[in-house]
């Protein structure tokens, strides 16, 4: 057996008792209901092509940067920082925009997937998705933003970072693929990350 199908047959492994650890019961919105995801095969194949695809960079972001993905905001709390890659567009589970990472001890750990929508899918790319949202903003190059209803209201620089992108509002999809998420496996905020914030 090779090296190479022994690690892709330990990281399906793993997504698949990640996927199913995570599934528990949260508040949303100030209603109290339960994110259970049935996890079927067609979605247990989709986590662990996600987890085979991204492992390279569950400890290294700087492979992820030399592989073209850039942050875009600070450490956020209850999230982490978020790395895009400004060249992939389409949904692939393979490939995800968004890397978020966790920053424990200070150093860059995988923590989720993140997929961005200009409106919500009228079919879940997932099953069982569900959804958060980012304000319109404008993003510069150290990783911090500012909300902005336009690209013309962006200035060319923020504390002397240049400008990188605006984007207008947006629907999110995160996948917590990398790290358990009591709220559930779609939740957009993790409270366990939460020693995280601030690093």
Request: aromatic share 12%; glycine share 8%; hydrophobic share 40%.
């Amino acid at each position: 057996m090779s090296i190479k199908y022994t690690l892709a047959a330990a990281l399906a492994a793993l997504a698949v008792w990640g996927a199913t650890s995570v599934a528990a019961p949260f508040e949303h919105k100030g209603h109290h209901k339960k994110s259970h995801v049935k996890i079927d095969r067609q979605l247990r194949n989709q986590l662990s092509q996600m987890r085979v695809a991204t492992a390279q960079y569950a400890t290294d972001v700087e492979k992820a940067k030399a592989d073209g993905y850039r942050i875009i905001t600070p450490n956020m709390d209850d999230m982490g920082f978020h790395y895009l890659n400004p060249g992939i567009a389409d949904f692939d589970v393979t490939k995800p925009p968004i890397l978020v990472y966790g920053a424990p001890n200070g150093k860059h750990q995988l923590v989720a997937l993140e997929w961005v929508f200009p409106k919500k899918p009228k079919k879940p790319p997932l099953k069982g998705a569900t959804y958060g949202s980012f304000p319109a903003a404008c993003h510069y190059d150290d990783g911090t933003f500012t909300p902005a209803s336009s690209e013309a209201d962006c200035k060319p620089e923020s504390n002397g970072s240049p400008f990188f992108f605006w984007h207008p509002k947006l629907v999110t999809l995160h996948v917590w693929i990398w790290y358990p998420n009591a709220h559930g496996l779609y939740a957009p905020m993790n409270p366990l990350v939460r020693p995280f914030n601030g690093g």
